[in-house]
């Protein structure tokens, strides 16, 4: 049998033009078949629940986002995206805060005031603790903090204490604590479907 030639022309080598071969019916359908994904692949509304979708990423319920933005933590909470940053203590009049490097909140408060006290003399803005340390105006006052999650400063004669500010609680959502850290890292969340039916049960108890 001899083969058959190509059709040469100035642009280069083309191929006979010779009709394909269409598959066999049985054959077509099995490569549409393949080339369907599966339903189990494909993330409806349903199968995501409570959880969240961004650029391509799926969080669970509870679990922590990412942030571009510093000292902002974000959450996956019944299905919507929330952030949080700590509320620092504002400074009072005539005070002005000091930013410190890789801390969220300032760690000194500078204020002005009329410098005509002696040198022997205390700074009327200076603040004594409840354990009779003073410590000067601006500075912070640990003996009055009770535990990490709370920062106190001497501000105008005052200590005055701001406390952490954390995610807001989400009904169904209990937050998970790790030692020495004052905000939940995570949040356990249970399904709504699992919710209604425990407050069917109960009510059918009652």
Not at 17 to 30: E, G, M, Q, S, T
């Amino acid at each position: 049998m001899r083969p058959e030639r190509a059709l040469v022309s100035s642009a280069g080598v083309r191929p006979s033009a010779r009709p394909p071969v269409p598959l066999p019916h049985h054959d077509i359908k099995l490569l549409e078949d393949k080339g369907k994904p599966e339903d189990t692949d494909i993330a409806t509304p349903e199968s995501i629940g409570n959880s969240c979708v961004e650029v391509w990423t799926v969080y669970a319920a509870g679990s922590a986002m990412s942030s571009k933005v510093a000292c902002e933590q974000c959450f996956c909470l019944g299905g919507t995206r929330r952030c949080v940053r700590p509320k620092c203590l504002p400074p009072p009049p005539g005070c002005h805060a000091r930013p410190s490097h890789g801390a969220c909140c300032p760690q000194r408060y500078y204020c002005d005031h009329a410098s005509n006290v002696a040198v022997k003399e205390r700074n009327p803005h200076d603040c004594k603790t409840a354990k009779g340390n003073w410590i000067s105006e601006g500075q912070r006052a640990t003996d009055a903090e009770d535990d990490g999650c709370v920062q106190c400063f001497c501000l105008r004669g005052t200590i005055r204490c701001q406390h952490a500010s954390c995610a807001p609680t989400v009904q169904g959502c209990a937050p998970l604590l790790q030692p020495g850290q004052c905000c939940p890292h995570q949040y356990q969340c249970i399904p709504k479907s699992v919710q209604t039916a425990s407050t069917i049960y109960k009510n059918r108890e009652g």
